[in-house]
T-cell receptor, first 115, second 112 residues
Framework: ETGVTQTPRHLVMGMTNKKSLKCEQH?????MYWYKQSAKKPLELMFV???????ENNSVPSRFSPECPNSSHLFLHLHTLQPEDSALYLC??????????????FGPGTRLTVL | AQSVTQLDSHVSVSEGTPVLLRCNYS??????LFWYVQHPNKGLQLLLK??????LVKGINGFEAEFKKSETSFHLTKPSAHMSDAAEYFC??????????FGTGTSLTVIP
């Protein structure tokens, strides 16, 4: 599982904290994704970056702020979260965004708990 | 519009018996379809994918899936379940923009 790495693996934070999740892909891909996985719900796509530009933002609250400084790194900055934001946050990458046939490769996720 | 329905939220099989996890999709064009597996506290791992080549797709760990356009199905099978197969399985359809649409998942339990 060295293709896509995520840190930290677990994070507990209070509602007033500011924290960041980090994702790094070692696959030479051009597209990166943030997903939210909550219990009993399908994975929810949050953000998509293609060649370091944000190309999708699926109505995600502004308390989640993504950043993609280069094609290998993706961050998710968190501030003033709510308890319902507790979930597994998964990062993924693919060769490109267009085409529909590219496999997405997932990291192990960050388990976030908001108290 | 694309969507995926996984018909069973939980499946239990005995070790050594066949596995069948069902998936139906809807897509406005020829889709790409994937199966991913997620073990506890792990990310998603690709099992196999279909991209308009052979309709019977072989994946890792002895899994395979058959694309049936007439039935809009992409069921996942394995001839003989192993204890290590216990996990959550996700069926996924992809659109032209490479956006993935996930099913709600099927939890597979393997009974010794």
């Amino acid at each position: 599982e060295t293709g896509v790495t995520q840190t930290p693996r677990h994070l507990v934070m209070g509602m007033t904290n500011k924290k960041s999740l980090k994702c790094e892909q070692h696959l030479g891909h051009n597209a990166m994704y943030w997903y939210k996985q909550s219990a009993k719900k399908p994975l929810e796509l949050m953000f998509v970056y293609s060649l370091e530009e944000r190309v999708e933002n699926n109505s995600v609250p502004s308390r989640f702020s993504p950043e993609c400084p280069n094609s290998s790194h993706l961050f998710l900055h968190l501030h003033t979260l709510q308890p319902e934001d507790s979930a597994l946050y998964l990062c993924a990458s693919s060769q490109s965004k267009a085409g529909g046939t590219d496999t997405q490769y997932f990291g192990p996720g960050t388990r976030l708990t908001v108290l | 519009a694309q969507s995926v329905t996984q018909l069973d939220s939980h499946v239990s099989v005995s070790e050594g018996t066949p596995v069948l996890l069902r998936c139906n999709y809807s897509s406005s064009y020829s889709p790409s379809l994937f199966w991913y597996v997620q073990h506890p506290n792990k990310g998603l791992q690709l099992l196999l994918k279909y991209t308009s080549a052979a309709t019977l797709v072989k994946g890792i760990n002895g899994f395979e899936a058959e694309f049936k356009k007439s039935e809009t199905s992409f069921h996942l099978t394995k001839p003989s379940a192993h204890m290590s197969d216990a996990a959550e399985y996700f069926c996924v359809v992809s659109d032209l923009g490479n956006q993935f649409y996930f099913g709600t998942g099927t939890s597979l339990t393997v009974i010794p």
